[in-house]
């Protein structure tokens, strides 16, 4: 049952363009959610959050975009640098405070 | 304060074996999450486990995996008679109160032969 889904395994911009991932979820239940970046051979690392009462929160270069009604989300990193190049993970908690992982989206941050 | 500590950060069995791995939580961390990661796959959920208490096991198989936190010590998920499609990265993570961010171990990577 995946209810975070990332649609798009890959994803490959120029270095100083926009990276844009994406995010779909399916429980209403969700009322927090995450970004999480992972280099291989290492754990994923927390990025940036945004609770349901907010639709937009940005840290720097990275913004996330929460679209209730759309159970949707969004990560737009700008400007992207090659270091950005890496799997992002969305995830997704609810009252229960499980937490649930979409399968992750590889970004390429060419030079 | 150290990180999310996994142990070990290798491990091969054999079929039929049994596979033990640790995690030990951030410190003054109580909520402990369990996830696996097949290769080339994403981070799919296997157990959320608070101080002796097993909260969700709802992504666990319910034959040959279980998982513990006790009151001392770290947190455990074994899983017996190994098979070749238990080999995957199996991470912790720890929380300090939901909702929030999760720290991330480095994972423990299991091959089985």
């Known amino acids: 049952d995946q209810q975070v889904k990332q649609n798009s395994p890959s994803l490959s911009v120029q270095e100083g363009r926009i990276s844009i991932l994406n995010c779909d979820y399916t429980?209403?239940?969700?009322?927090?959610f995450l970004w999480y970046k992972k280099y291989p051979a290492e754990g994923p690392t927390f990025l940036i959050s945004?609770?349901?009462?907010?639709d937009k929160n940005e840290d720097g270069r990275f913004t996330v975009f929460l679209n209730k009604s759309a159970k949707h989300l969004s990560l737009h990193i700008v400007p992207s640098q090659p270091g950005d190049s890496a799997v992002y993970f969305c995830?997704?908690?609810?009252?229960?405070?499980?937490?649930?992982f979409g399968a992750g989206t590889r970004l390429t941050v060419k030079p | 304060n150290a990180g999310v500590m996994q142990n070990p950060r290798h491990l091969v069995r054999r079929r039929g074996q049994e596979a033990r791995l640790r995690c030990s939580p951030m410190?003054?961390?109580?909520?402990v999450y369990w996830y696996r990661q097949l290769p080339e796959e994403g981070l799919k959920f296997m157990v959320y486990?608070?101080?002796?208490?097993?909260?969700?096991e709802s992504g666990m198989p319910k034959e040959r995996f279980s998982a513990e936190f006790p009151k001392e010590g770290p947190s455990i998920l074994r899983i017996q008679q190994v098979v070749r499609g238990d080999s995957a990265a199996y991470f912790c993570?720890?929380?300090?109160?939901?909702?929030?961010?999760?720290?991330f171990g480095e994972g423990s990577r299991l091959t089985v032969l």
């Open positions: 486990l608070q101080k002796e208490n097993i909260i969700d």
């Open positions: 993570a720890s929380s300090p109160l939901p909702p929030g961010e999760l720290f």
């Open positions: 410190k003054g961390h109580s909520h």
């Open positions: 995830a997704a908690s609810g009252r229960n405070n499980d937490m649930r």
């Open positions: 945004i609770s349901s009462i907010k």
């Open positions: 429980n209403s239940m969700f009322d927090y």
